[in-house]
């Protein structure tokens, strides 16, 4: 089988789609990865060329959030159907479901809705969507429409979708699933916080956490990008930034095993929180349904927008090397559910039935 798998190297999907690539291989499952948007960097490109049975394809094409219209939209869509004709694949997985909107494919097509704009402006704002959001959440909702299977990465975000875009089915779920690498054992412990993630985007609600730091006595790291290609830009004043970390410095900072902190306003799934889990580190985390349902009895949760309970919980683990100790391990434990190969197990047998027409597509 050959999956042609869209992908950016921006955001998470390049991680859900890398990931998914390297567990689908030992399955005899050959992999497309149509990457749209910025190039990836060498880092990400040497990730991808060591990946068995992977091709790479830059597009050089927009993605549908840095999208002028509808048209680029449409143009990428084009692309996308002719690389999955050109190498002759089997199933096509739009990881962005927006480009399903007005293309036909010739093979089944399966639209995951990673996250969206309609969603994201519900979760994060309370004023009219702007028309800038509106025709790209329209064109989401038609892809997810048309698709022959859709798939979201929680349960409470396939709810969200289902109700956002008034689907009859809802996604079905399937948790992402991230490589438990290892960050090393007896690193000397020191107290300290960190966050990862975009930190520009106002979902991960990274202002909160900037006002709890002011609030604290240790050190608390924020890495990611603070400006958005184009447009949004967040100043921070107390966390100390990082930058964009790779995948070595993130292990690095996780070897530490931190407190790691989300104060995120929106979170379909979270994959920075699962990486850090995978170390060990103790989770403190925003009370919202993704997180209750991915993490509960293994995190601290406090109210979204609380400053003040964010540097309290981060206090207190910091305080107690046994507190911070019984909360990472119980991080850790949980993290072994999230795994690639079980979602790379879902998503083949998503595959299978398509191919073969007994698909069940309800949640």
């Not at 830059?58 to 869509?77: F, H, K, P, Y």
């Not at 402006?121 to 038609?142: H, M, S």
């Not at 960190?194 to 609030?215: E, H, I």
Request: hydrophobic share 45%; aromatic share 6%; charged share 20%.
């Amino acid at each position: 089988m050959r999956v042609l798998l869209t992908t950016d190297a921006v955001g998470g999907i390049w991680q859900y789609t890398i990931e998914l690539a390297q567990a689908l291989a030992p399955q005899g499952v050959e992999t497309v990865l149509a990457l749209l948007g910025p190039s990836p960097t060498a880092e990400q490109k040497a990730a991808a060329h060591a990946i068995a049975g992977a091709t790479l394809v830059e597009t050089g094409l927009e993605l549908d959030w840095l999208a002028n219209d509808e048209r680029e939209v449409a143009q990428s869509a084009r692309c996308v159907a002719k690389i999955a004709s050109d190498l002759q694949c089997d199933i096509v997985q739009l990881n962005t479901p927006a480009l399903g909107a007005s293309q036909r494919f010739d093979v089944p097509v399966v639209a995951v809705a990673h996250s969206c704009l309609l969603t994201w402006w519900k979760a994060v704002e309370a004023r009219y969507l702007p028309q800038d959001f509106a025709w790209r959440a329209e064109l989401n909702g038609k892809g997810l429409g048309k698709a022959d299977a859709t798939v979201a990465p929680s349960q409470s975000f396939a709810r969200d979708t289902g109700d956002a875009y008034g689907l009859q089915v809802l996604p079905k779920a399937v948790h992402n699933g991230r490589t438990h690498l290892d960050h090393g054992d007896g690193l000397p412990w020191q107290p300290r916080a960190f966050t990862a993630g975009r930190l520009w985007d106002r979902g991960k609600n990274v202002g909160t956490l900037d006002q709890a730091c002011a609030l604290l006595e240790i050190p608390f790291g924020a890495a990611g990008a603070t400006e958005r290609p184009g447009s949004d830009f967040i100043e921070l004043t107390n966390l100390h930034r990082l930058g964009r970390l790779g995948e070595i410095q993130m292990r690095q900072q996780l070897a530490q095993r931190p407190i790691f902190a989300s104060a995120a306003l929106y979170e379909p799934f979270g994959l920075c929180v699962l990486e850090a889990a995978s170390a060990g580190c103790p989770l403190v985390l925003s009370d919202i349904p993704t997180f209750r349902e991915l993490w509960d009895g293994a995190a601290v949760f406090v109210p979204a927008r609380d400053s003040q309970g964010f540097a309290d919980a981060i206090g207190e683990m910091a305080r107690d090397p046994a507190l911070h100790a019984s909360r990472g391990a119980a991080a850790r434990q949980r993290a072994e559910q999230y795994t690639p190969g079980a979602t790379a197990a879902a998503m083949l047998s998503l595959y299978q039935s398509l191919a073969s027409g007994t698909a069940q597509v309800a949640a």
